[in-house]
């Protein structure tokens, strides 16, 4: 079956533009995470949804880092006026009710230059 | 706060070595603990999970036993080989009050190579 998709799998940006990522959880999976990891690091938690709601957005670095999940499905996350700093692989991941374990995708490779 | 801390290599073993990888963490509650491993060109995946002290964790010849008095979760393979070159991660769960979140916290990984 579909795993956790993510697209693009690469985005190259300048520093101060705008760009979104995202994310395509694993149908039925109510839980979605999103997680960054910088080069030579673990992930880091960012954001969870329970269904549409962002019902724990305490890893979000500052107010240029937003997510959404309108219909409880698809998520994206929008980072806005783009810092190098944000360069970083950026992981979604799903999980079930039932299970608990969290499916992770391929990642979105980001870039700023 | 919670973190977790572990071996960050990168560590060169050859075929049919042991293999100790020592991961420690720290918690404010009951941690799950896991062990996450990233294949060359893939996605992360779960290796092996344990849930309560003394539990054992067991896949694909790893094993981690969750030891609460030392807070450590230890990833240990006997005989690795070539298809285990990949990086290891350790991490931890904590059920959150905070709408059910159980966030991951990630060890920083550890690069493993195994030589034919």
């Known amino acids: 079956g579909a795993g956790v998709s993510q697209t693009p799998s690469n985005k190259v940006t300048e520093k101060g533009k705008y760009v979104e990522l995202r994310c395509d959880p694993i149908s039925g999976h109510t839980a979605l995470y999103w997680y960054r990891q910088s080069l030579g690091q673990g992930p880091e938690f960012l954001i969870y949804?329970?269904?549409?709601?962002?019902?724990?957005d305490s890893g979000l670095p500052n107010d240029r880092f937003f997510a959404v999940r309108p219909e409880g499905s698809v998520s994206t996350l929008k980072i806005q006026r783009t810092e190098r700093g944000d360069s970083a692989v950026y992981l979604c991941?799903?999980?079930?009710?039932?299970?608990?374990?969290?499916?992770f995708g391929p990642g979105t490779r980001l870039t700023v230059l | 706060g919670n973190s977790v801390t572990q071996m960050e290599g990168p560590v060169t073993l050859s075929e049919e070595a042991f293999l100790t990888i020592n991961c420690t963490y720290t918690?404010?509650?009951?941690?799950?603990l896991f062990w996450y491993v990233q294949y060359p060109g893939e996605g992360l995946q779960l290796l092996l999970k344990a849930t309560k002290a003394d539990d054992k964790g067991s896949n694909k010849g790893f094993e981690a036993t969750y030891r609460k008095e030392t807070t450590s979760f230890h990833l240990e393979k006997g005989s690795v080989q070539v298809s285990d070159s990949a990086v290891y991660f350790c991490?931890?769960?904590?059920?959150?009050?905070?709408?059910?979140?159980?966030?991951?916290?990630f060890g920083k990984g550890m690069k493993l190579t195994v030589n034919p």
């Open positions: 949804f329970q269904g549409t709601g962002a019902a724990d």
């Open positions: 991941a799903s999980s079930s009710l039932d299970s608990r374990e969290q499916f």
């Open positions: 918690a404010t509650g009951y941690p799950s």
């Open positions: 991490a931890l769960s904590l059920l959150s009050d905070q709408g059910g979140s159980e966030k991951l916290v």
